[in-house]
């Protein structure tokens, strides 16, 4: 019963009052969100992790996002997911095993020219790989800028583990698309479009399974019908889907767009299902759809549900910490000096 599992996790997170903060991603569902202390995207939410000083940060979005949050955290302090099932199936696209070993690949072929980039949708491990090579994260809110600095540091820059945000970034900072190397993680194998001279970024061959459903058929179906609609997406969504959007941006960008848009405006956006229903849900005066008209839900976001919250707040307030995030001390210390230069 809904309304009793809401009863019971708001009389333990009052119980465990200052103790306790939550952190709630901007793709959760209402019922999960609605007991954030903190919502925001995945910058907002690093940024917010590393100001807390409550014994518990309950950390609802995904499994890289908690590691984030215990790396830059104090080491009192105790990370919980509350359903562990809740990963990102775009981190998991580059393990670490894979990633030493295209490493040392690419050393050969481009020396030391090489700084890596890692989207914070990444696991502990290969943010560490990246702090150790001197590189840095980045977040769909500031690629851009980290990719500008990451070129005035080396002639290229490996980006990982999403392609589809590389290329997106890179194409916009005027790189063009024969410029772009692919690091294929299944073949390990490198696919070059030009001379390997020529290569200014190396993209991991990545992609977030939940954006790939944006397609272009579905704004050639949109500009047909409703030529006035304006398409805002992800670009987590492939650089076709983002070349014939009218914008792309973050998940903070999206909303931002949308508040400072005129009643009566119409838009079709492709991101997260539970994004894009709280927008169209708290702007009734605009016409919001999503570009996908079934919907994306993220599954793995979606298993962070209102049962699993209420078991954690229940366990905590009882003096056990179930689903405890942590990562060792090494890889904390090289992944914060790679997430400390994003910051
Ligand atoms: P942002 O929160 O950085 O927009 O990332 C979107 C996403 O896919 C989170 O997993
Ligand atoms: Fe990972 Fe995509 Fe889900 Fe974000 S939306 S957590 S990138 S699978």
Redesign the pocket.
């Known amino acids: 019963n809904m309304d009793e599992l809401y009863e019971r996790a708001r009389a333990a997170k009052t119980k465990l009052g200052s103790r306790l903060f939550i952190l709630g991603?901007?793709?959760q569902k209402d019922e999960v969100i609605q007991f954030a202390d903190a919502t925001?995207?995945?910058?907002?939410?690093a940024q917010v992790a590393a100001q807390q000083s409550a014994d518990y940060l309950v950390f609802c979005?995904?499994h890289?996002?908690a590691e984030t949050a215990d790396i830059l955290s104090t080491e009192k302090q105790a990370v919980v997911l509350p359903d562990m099932r809740a990963g990102?199936s775009?981190a998991d696209m580059a393990d670490i095993d894979q990633t030493e070993r295209a490493w040392s690949e690419l050393q050969r072929v481009f020396g030391e020219t090489i700084i890596p980039l890692t989207?914070?949708?990444s696991t502990a491990a290969i943010k560490a790989f990246v702090g150790r090579y001197g590189g840095a994260t980045v977040?769909?809110?500031n690629a851009e800028k980290m990719v500008r600095w990451a070129l005035t540091q080396k002639e290229r820059l490996l980006f990982l583990p999403d392609q589809h945000l590389g290329r997106n970034t890179t194409v916009k900072l005027g790189i063009k698309l024969e410029e772009m190397a692919i690091w294929d993680p299944i073949r390990n194998q490198l696919e070059l479009n030009c001379p390997a001279d020529d290569v200014k970024v190396i993209l991991w061959k990545g992609h977030?399974s939940?954006?790939m459903n944006f397609l272009p058929k579905h704004i050639e179906n949109l500009r047909m019908k409703e030529p006035d609609r304006r398409i805002l997406v992800?670009p987590?969504c492939t650089y076709e889907v983002v070349h014939a959007s009218d914008d792309a941006g973050?998940?903070?960008?999206?909303i931002d767009t949308i508040a400072a848009s005129t009643p009566g405006s119409k838009w079709a956006i492709g991101?997260?299902m539970n994004l894009v229903n709280r927008l169209i849900k708290d702007y009734p005066d605009r016409d919001i759809v999503s570009l996908n008209p079934y919907m994306c839900p993220?599954l793995t976001?979606n298993r962070i549900d209102l049962p699993h919250l209420t078991w954690v707040l229940e366990s905590l307030v009882e003096g056990r910490v179930p689903n405890q995030i942590t990562v060792d001390t090494k890889r904390t210390k090289e992944a914060k000096m790679a997430l400390e230069k994003m910051l």
């Open positions: 991603h901007h793709y925001g995207d995945s910058l907002q939410l979005g995904v890289f996002m990102c775009m989207y914070v949708n977040t769909s809110s977030c939940v954006h992800h987590e973050s998940t903070k960008y999206i991101t997260e993220c976001m």
